[in-house]
T-cell receptor, first 114, second 112 residues
Framework: ETGVTQTPRHLVMGMTNKKSLKCEQHLGHNAMYWYKQSAKKPLELMFV???????ENNSVPSRFSPECPNSSHLFLHLHTLQPEDSALYLC?????????????FGPGTRLTVT | RKEVEQDPGPFNVPEGATVAFNCTYSNSASQSFFWYRQDCRKEPKLLMSVYSSGNEDGRFTAQLNRASQYISLLIRDSKLSDSATYLC?????????????FGGGTRLMVKP
């Protein structure tokens, strides 16, 4: 097991709903990430947090709102999503943000927007 | 041009075969390189890092050619359990920190 957990594993939501994805890492890492994986597309980096501070927002629409209350927890708040937002949302963590640090991924939340 | 480009495959090979995957990257400032493996409907997991001198881990050999901006993965004596998608990953350090860019993956199917 990677030590990174995500809940829920599956989520179906309507376009007017508000929901949150949760990620928790048990590895003592200082950096956490949200990625989006759509069908037949490469993983896309959405947000990077280092020591609870957001260091990267990769041109993500404002209907996605991240929150990092501490170095072990990361949330992705969702509101007024579109059907094209249906994807696998992966959380990852790493010991630091240097290039040699391996990223460990959680199992992902498979999101379907109806 | 895609930042990290891979042949999507699928590569269909018999058990015991040797198979090679290639990957090219566009950012010459990229600093570290990895191969990740992703099983169907699962998260990516690190398979191996790729070093300039080339490195081997059991049946897996990775090579890096910085001049050509090219990375390869060789799998010898393929097993059924090697069936997965192999992701080429390039790491570039900028003022935001550690930025991984993923290729679209190459799908491998090992047949009995």
């Amino acid at each position: 097991e990677t030590g990174v957990t995500q809940t829920p594993r599956h989520l179906v939501m309507g376009m007017t709903n508000k929901k949150s994805l949760k990620c928790e890492q048990h590895l003592g890492h200082n950096a956490m990430y949200w990625y989006k994986q759509s069908a037949k597309k490469p993983l896309e980096l959405m947000f990077v947090y280092s020591l609870e501070e957001r260091v990267e927002n990769n041109s993500v629409p404002s209907r996605f709102s991240p929150e990092c209350p501490n170095s072990s927890h990361l949330f992705l708040h969702l509101h007024t999503l579109q059907p094209e937002d249906s994807a696998l949302y992966l959380c990852a963590s790493s010991q630091g943000t240097g290039t040699s640090y391996e990223q460990y991924f959680g199992p992902g939340t498979r999101l379907t927007v109806t | 041009r895609k930042e990290v480009e891979q042949d999507p495959g699928p590569f269909n090979v018999p058990e015991g075969a040797t198979v090679a995957f290639n990957c090219t990257y566009s950012n010459s400032a990229s600093q570290s390189f990895f191969w990740y493996r992703q099983d169907c409907r699962k998260e990516p997991k690190l398979l191996m890092s790729v070093y300039s001198s080339g490195n081997e881990d059991g049946r897996f050999t990775a090579q890096l050619n910085r001049a050509s901006q090219y990375i390869s993965l060789l799998i010898r004596d393929s097993k059924l359990s090697d069936s997965a998608t192999y992701l080429c990953v390039v790491n570039t350090f900028n003022n935001a920190g550690n930025m991984l860019t993923f290729g679209g993956g190459t799908r491998l199917m090992v047949k009995p």
